[in-house]
């Protein structure tokens, strides 16, 4: 789960203490890695959201020209999350039935028979507005709960957003070989984010390079500045890189054979150290590339200028590597230009590519079920 997404559910949880029904339905979502249900974010327009919280309107739909979520992305059970457009989050629901349909004239006629009412749309233009749509997923709501207003954090423009899906870790979990995955990329390229919000998503384990270097200088009594971080980083490197990895890898309890995340990436030797100690588990290098342009912009965001001193910091000893040589070994390489959000769905859908569900003997990419394209019609 994202970071905004992850501070949502937590207030969401907040404001439901008490419920007797959604204070335990919505722990339950959350907590279990093998949950069957899966969270979602809808946007709704007035005056369609205040009628679902006055339970006026009872049934929730969703038309487009093209395949997105929800369509056949929601099931009953799942847990959809209320906000107004362009304002806060204001009630929480779950989905009792869900009908999805091909548009023809045929299945036009048939939700217009049995929807209307239940839609809240016995205006005509509601009709008009969605004669364009080849695909609709319509949903009846149950446990309809307004809640205390919650702003969210979400800026893109997507009408709807899987926030969990409910498969989202067991594929990965249950791999009969597990996944490591390492990431690498230039300062400033977003990596670490990405990488947080990967171990999010997936629930996995997390140890950072840097966060044990850092561990070492504050062991020191020195200033974790980033001359002194990568000075100590040469002396671990010339102490063996096994050593260095594995005092790496001893951050957290891990066992070969576990899933993992680890960031910070900045040698060929580190990755080929690294897969001979996660054995069995497949190691999988993720770069994250950045443009010259952005590269810049995030620097000067950090107070920091494309000055000698910071081409210095670059072609130190601990960084030379990472442009030169760590693009070409690669297992993905990804724009750390685009969105946080795209890129945690291209990985995720990614490593699913590379996973075998135990049991089934087929990789399943759920995730790819997730649509990061704009909502056109509420």
Not at 100 to 108: A, E, I, T, V
Request: charged share 25%; glycine share 6%; proline share 4%.
């Amino acid at each position: 789960m994202l970071n905004w997404c992850a501070l949502l559910v937590d207030e969401v949880q907040a404001v439901v203490q008490g419920d007797p029904f959604w204070e335990s339905y919505l722990t339950q979502l959350v907590s279990q890695r093998y949950s069957p249900f899966a969270l979602h974010l809808a946007i709704l327009v007035e005056p369609y959201l205040q009628f679902i919280l006055d339970a006026r309107k009872t049934v929730e739909s969703r038309f487009s020209a093209r395949r997105r979520a929800p369509y056949e992305s929601v099931r009953r059970g799942d847990v959809v999350l209320l906000k107004r457009s362009g304002g806060p989050l204001l009630g929480i629901s779950q989905i009792a039935d869900v009908w999805f349909y091909r548009l023809d004239p045929k299945s036009w006629k048939t939700i217009r028979a049995e929807f209307t009412a239940a839609l809240c749309a016995q205006d005509p233009d509601f009709w008009k507005q969605r004669r364009h749509a080849s695909f609709a997923t319509l949903m009846r709501l149950q446990h309809v709960r307004s809640i205390t207003p919650i702003t969210c954090a979400k800026r893109d423009r997507r009408g709807w957003v899987i926030l969990q899906s409910p498969f989202d870790q067991l594929p990965l979990w249950e791999a009969t070989r597990p996944i490591v995955l390492a990431f690498a990329g230039r300062i400033a390229s977003g990596k670490s984010t990405l990488s947080k919000n990967v171990t999010r998503a997936l629930n996995w384990p997390y140890v950072s390079f840097g966060n044990y270097v850092r561990q070492v200088a504050r062991s020191q009594g020195l200033h974790c500045s980033r001359q002194v971080l990568q000075d100590i980083g040469a002396t671990l490197i010339d102490q063996g890189w096994e050593g260095f990895c594995r005092a790496v890898l001893s951050q957290i309890n891990w066992e070969p054979g576990e899933p993992l995340v680890i960031d910070g990436i900045r040698h060929v030797e580190a990755i080929d150290t690294l897969r001979q100690l996660v054995a069995p588990s497949k190691l999988l290098l993720v770069f994250v590339d950045i443009s010259e342009l952005e590269h810049e912009a995030r620097l000067r965001q950090r107070g920091l200028t494309k000055d000698e001193k910071l081409e210095r910091v670059e072609t130190h000893s601990t960084e030379a590597q990472v442009r030169a040589m760590l693009p070409g070994i690669a297992d993905l390489t990804v724009d750390g230009n685009q969105p946080i959000e795209r890129l945690l769905h291209q990985i995720l859908t990614w490593v699913k590519q590379h996973t075998v569900v135990a049991g089934t003997g087929c990789s399943e990419d759920v995730i790819g079920k997730a649509d990061r394209d704009t909502a056109t019609t509420q």
